[in-house]
């Protein structure tokens, strides 16, 4: 299996940016899909100039694990038939939930490598995905919103950010939000990676896992893990050497996680020693409203400033 693991000051090859008149798929590889929402969803993308495809399966629940959007088989197939279809500019996933785990090594990744890269959304439980596409592909995507989620449908600056970022990536390089502060003080340069603490945990051992996060701005958060939950999900981590040479890190929203003081009482106890910068609540994730951070993008964290540039947009020109 080829890798392509980042190094410090690299990042993974970017896809080029949308404009009005490209073609969208939008792909269910976890959870089954809300039919209301994704016509919602789908309707907000074509008031952006996007044509809308919907993949095959995307209204399929499994047989018997109601919890599944579709078999694993079918999931993979509208994933990577969208991936390599020339005509498709976009992929983005409709919702989160639990699947990629069983799926994702259905793939064809051979395959896949030799398309020419194209942006990918998604966030939660896509961040498997978005490992192996950064492991196996070489290639940065973008932790956001997704297109028959909540967050994408009711809240306006979320899909906003997630426009902007996508047709003109150039305007959302800095990353920021009322809520951003220090806590560990500091300045780092790395790429971007990470995304939801317990998919990643449950990465470690597996094919797309990468050894550590040596030389990553990592960004984390997670929804419904209480404070215990997350001290093991962050030790394990620890004990695993997947934090040896991380250079800093922003958390993102714990809705559902409990206090938050708490939660920060456990970001504190096992990330502080690490001696790194990292920035408390920039604002991404589970929360109403989201930002959409890119995945292999170099980046500057300002855990004082509570802000995360990126040092090259987060799409290529065209």
Known sequence: MDQHPTTPGQGLTRPPHLRPGDHIAVVAPSGPID???????????????????????????????????????????????????????AVICARGGYGVHRMVDLLDWDAMRAAPPKPFIGFSDVSSLQEAFAQRLGIATLYGPMSATASFITDGPTAEHLHRTLFEPTATTVLTSPTATALVPGRARGVTAGGCVHVLAAERGTPAARPSYAGSILILEDVNEHPYQLDRLLTQFLRSGAFDGVAGIALG??????????????????????????????????????????????????????????????????
Not at 291 to 314: H, K, M, Q, R, S
């Open 35 to 89: 039919p209301q929402r994704l016509t919602d969803g789908c309707a907000i993308l074509r008031s952006w100039g996007l044509r809308v495809t919907v993949a095959r399966h995307v209204l399929d629940t499994h047989p018997t694990l109601g919890y599944l959007a579709g078999t694993d088989a079918d999931r993979a197939a509208d994933l990577q038939s969208a991936w390599l279809d020339p005509t498709v500019d």
């Open 253 to 318: 929203s714990w809705d559902g996680c409990g206090r938050l003081d708490r939660v920060r009482d456990v970001m504190l106890d096992r990330l502080a020693p690490l001696g790194i910068p990292v920035i408390w609540e920039l604002g991404f994730g589970h929360c109403p409203s989201t930002l959409t951070v890119p995945l292999g993008v170099p980046a500057l964290l300002d855990a004082d400033a509570g802000t995360l540039t990126l040092e090259v947009p987060a799409l290529a020109e065209r």
